[in-house]
């Protein structure tokens, strides 16, 4: 189904406005009818490129992704270039009301309480005076389709609060040992030292394993819980349910253990530096009621990358290696590794 809709998007960016192009290229000025065609249609193609981002994350995106998309399609006009980079959300929303397709449906919690180690790691709930990387927070979820009884894949997220970084992996079931190599695997991956772990109070990260893992350290990591039954105590990481997770993977029932290395594989090579390096998102800075309205102030869509260069509590050799990491990468080159891995593992389902 992926590598369906993959295929026909990279054929819409081919073709679907080479007509329109070809015309305004021609030198004469366009007409407005035609010119807003082709941006609706180079807007739609780069929507469905970003998995559907939203618009106010779309339009951090567009300066980042305009680039790669001239190297697919062919250059653009400066001035269909300046009239996309000036774009508003709120257009973007108009523009793209035709082509938007929202999925409600919901998968099963697979969290069941952990009563090992309650007593002796603390609930946090605050993470306001989180300045810089490293502080992480991480949940589990089930691939059970819709039982959650028998063995199958779940995916393990870590979420770094400051800049959101996220990575993914795949385990077999959810065992002690199983989790702890999983979080191990991520840790060596990431840009940063893990200074802080934040879990919610399932069984997976709730145990000895974990816990003396993190204890042991020379320098040893904060561990902290949620409250019970408060997923907002586990905003950033529950938010990357969906795009990470269930936008890539769905919710069918992945009962096969021979997909954990392809799974991970996809992720480590493909979806990791692709959400992490051409994704923005945006991060909650105050929130207030105003009678019975709730307003909420967002600061400015950014990639993950892109919080971590700006971190001065990073090193300037660590910024120089992600520089030139990301000039290696192209995100329609990973999009379509991505398609072809995604391809491969639906293939294994049978």
């Known amino acids: 189904m992926n ?13 679907a406005c080479c007509e329109d192009r070809a015309d305004l290229a021609a030198g004469a000025a366009a007409p407005n009818p035609q010119c807003d065609a082709l941006i609706r249609t180079i807007l739609k193609d780069l929507w469905l490129q ?6 106010k994350r779309l339009k951090a995106a567009l300066p980042i992704w305009l680039p790669y ?4 399609t062919g250059p653009l006009l400066p001035a269909v270039r300046e009239k996309l980079l000036a774009i508003s959300p709120a257009t973007m ?3 793209l009301r035709p082509a938007r397709v929202q999925y409600r449906r919901h998968g099963l919690c697979g969290t069941k309480p952990g009563s090992l180690l309650k007593h002796q790691i603390p609930i946090r709930t605050d993470d306001d005076d989180v300045d810089q990387p490293g502080y992480l927070e991480a949940d589990a979820v089930a691939h059970c389709g819709d039982s959650l ?6 995916s393990i997220t870590l979420t770094d609060l400051f800049s959101q970084w996220t990575d993914n992996r795949a385990t077999w079931n959810k065992g ?3 989790v702890l ?13 893990i200074r802080g772990f934040d879990v919610d109070n399932g069984a997976e990260f709730l145990n000895h394993h974990l816990w003396r893992d993190f204890m042991d350290r020379p320098e040893p990591v904060g561990f902290a819980r949620s409250r019970p039954y408060h997923k907002d105590d586990q905003a950033h990481v529950e938010q990357r349910n969906w795009t990470p997770v269930r936008q890539l993977l769905g919710y069918q029932r992945l009962q096969n253990p021979r997909l954990v290395e392809p799974i991970n594989a996809l992720d480590r090579e493909a979806w990791d530096p ?4 051409f994704c923005p998102s945006m991060k909650l800075q105050s929130k207030k009621r105003i009678r019975a309205r709730l307003v909420k102030r967002h600061d400015r869509a950014q990639t993950p990358s892109e919080r971590l260069l700006a971190c001065p509590q990073v090193p300037e050799e660590t910024k120089c290696e992600w520089r030139k990491r990301f000039a290696q990468l192209n995100p329609f080159v990973l999009k379509r590794e991505i398609d072809r891995r995604l391809q491969a593992i639906f293939g294994q389902l049978g």
């Open 181 to 193: 190599a999983r979080v191990r695997e991520i840790e060596a991956a990431l840009p940063f030292a």
């Open 69 to 72: 998309y001239e190297r697919e």
């Open 50 to 55: 970003t998995d559907q981002l939203c618009s």
């Open 3 to 15: 590598s369906v809709r993959s295929a026909a998007i990279t054929e819409s960016m081919r073709c």
């Open 149 to 154: 009884a028998g063995d199958f894949i779940w």
């Open 176 to 178: 002690a040992t199983d």
């Open 274 to 277: 692709f959400h992490n390096f």
């Open 93 to 95: 929303d108009r523009l």
